[in-house]
């Protein structure tokens, strides 16, 4: 999934900021710039940061374990 105008519509920046910087994390930690840095430190402060990065980066991980061991989706 990537965040675009359409689908972030009526998203309040702040989050749309944090979605942005999610899917930079989650693609690739060196991708996040200085400049979506402190796009986000306008509305969160560094704990909110610190929180949304390991939120991000678990995810990102459960996701590669169970892709790894081939775990099938349950509902």
Do not use: K
Not at 46 to 54: C, P, S, W
Not at 56 to 63: C, I, K, Q, R, S
């Amino acid at each position: 999934m990537s965040a675009t105008p359409a689908t972030l519509d009526g998203v309040e920046e702040s989050w749309q900021a944090a979605i942005r910087y999610a899917e930079h994390v989650t693609e690739s930690g060196h991708s996040v710039s200085d400049a979506l840095y402190r796009s986000l430190a306008e509305y969160w402060d560094e704990g909110q940061l610190v929180e949304i990065t390991l939120v991000v980066g678990l995810f990102a991980y459960f996701n590669r374990f169970n892709d790894a061991l081939h775990v099938e989706v349950t509902r």
